[in-house]
């Protein structure tokens, strides 16, 4: 490796780790990569938003970079970065050939986030109205992404199960996967039992499950609710609420649109239980790690709990079922002894899978033996290699067309 350590990010957008998990797994990210001494530079296309982080705080030097423009290959060769990470596959595919015509012995990291291709198929099982099933993968779009994950060098993914989806159903080879989840601990004060009220759900409405899960929430689940338990109170909180996130808010049924919260650990602490009827999505959920991490118990779908918590018990229920999801919510509410055994549950989940001190000198020790060894993983990895070569020839002419044509306009 090179004396110096230098690490380009591209940022998808510009990290917001109060709005959602993306933002605040970015933040735990270039913290690994400081506290190894690298000299961070982050760029993205995006625009500064009114509660993106203030990178500059951390000594990372921001840049705004343009797409289809030949300018980012002058940034790019200047910098000559040791290793460049990509925040999600849609930017590798902006990117990515860019990055290995001007500095082909970077190392390419992709964060997948989740698995795009995966949320896509669940979503479209739920708009048809029945079961996913393993065939609804093979999309456009996991053609796309499985392409920019074989493209890279390393890519770190949240999931053990997305993890061995790629494996078994695309024959991504493990070599170039990195199971590295999101940091999380218990808070040290929390609320006990007695103190708290109210169920509560949080996330960002930017993101489409968020949306389904409340309006599944508002249409189906609330109703038989609030019947069992007419007292109690529904709080949604979410970053960018739209008009028809709004319009649910019927406060005489105590379901309360919230917007966004100035603290989500306050939130949910504050909170007795946490519902997440997750239908559709990938990944693991920040708002039940946060759950977790306030000692509030859950009640979520499988698709909510999926690989979250290995073989571990759940911090509360997993129910998929309309009743027993309503039955498990309206037992936890109302029974102590329940609710402080599921909140042990989550503590234990924390402490045995989701430790930073388990990842972060394995994740540094990875990058740094990869770096010394770039040309011999990249010969075991020749598919990606093959695509490598047929996204320049195509991506870099189109891209080039665009620029002219930006030129001419």
Not at 63 to 69: A, F, G, H, M, Q
Not at 89 to 104: A, D, L, Y
Not at 199 to 214: A, S
Request: proline share 3%; with cysteine.
């Amino acid at each position: 490796m090179a004396k110096s350590k230098t690490l380009l990010i591209l940022g998808f957008v510009l990290p917001e780790p109060k709005s959602s998990a993306a933002g605040n797994r970015m933040m735990q990210l270039i913290e690994l990569f400081m506290a190894d001494g690298y000299q961070i530079t982050f760029a993205s296309s995006a625009q500064n938003q009114e509660f993106s982080e203030d990178l500059s705080i951390l000594g990372l030097i921001s840049k705004t970079i343009e797409l289809n423009s030949s300018s980012f290959d002058d940034f790019v060769k200047a910098l000559n970065p040791n290793i460049v990470l990509f925040d999600r596959f849609m930017v590798e595919e902006q990117f990515g050939w860019r990055i290995s015509e001007n500095c082909p012995n970077a190392l390419k990291i992709l964060d997948t986030e989740d698995l795009h291709c995966l949320r896509q198929a669940r979503q479209l099982a739920v708009k048809e109205n029945r079961e996913f099933v393993m065939d609804d993968l093979y999309s456009d779009l996991a053609k796309r992404e499985i392409a920019s994950i074989l493209r890279c060098d390393l890519s770190l993914m949240v999931s053990e199960f997305e993890m061995e989806v790629l494996q078994n159903q695309f024959k991504v080879s493990k070599d170039i996967l990195y199971y590295l989840p999101i940091f999380a601990e218990r808070l040290p004060e929390i609320p006990t039992f007695k103190e708290r009220n109210d169920f509560v759900f949080i996330g960002n409405f930017l993101h489409e499950p968020n949306w389904d899960c409340v309006r599944y929430l508002s249409e189906t689940i609330w109703p038989l609710l609030h019947t069992k338990l007419p007292d109690a109170k529904m709080l949604v909180y979410g970053a960018y609420p739209s008009q028809k996130v709004l319009q649910l808010h019927k406060p005489k049924q105590n379901f309360h649109i919230m917007g966004r919260a100035n603290d989500a650990i306050e939130v949910i602490k504050t909170a007795k239980i946490i519902l997440a009827p997750i239908r559709f999505g990938a990944g693991i959920k920040g708002k039940l790690l946060e759950a977790m991490q306030c000692g509030t118990p859950s009640v979520t779908s499988s698709i909510g709990a999926e690989a979250m918590a290995g073989r571990l018990e759940w911090n509360g229920f997993v129910k998929d079922n309309v009743n027993e999801f309503v039955a498990a919510a309206v037992l936890l509410y109302q029974d102590k002894n329940a609710w402080n055994k599921y909140q042990q549950n989550g503590f234990e989940i924390l402490e045995k899978r989701y430790d930073k001190s388990f990842f972060n000198k394995d994740f540094i020790l990875k990058v740094q033996l990869l770096c010394e060894n770039l040309k011999q993983h990249r010969n075991k990895n020749f598919m990606g290699a093959i695509l490598q070569h047929h996204l320049l020839s195509s991506t870099k002419y189109m891209s080039k067309w665009i620029e002219e044509k930006n030129k001419k306009d």
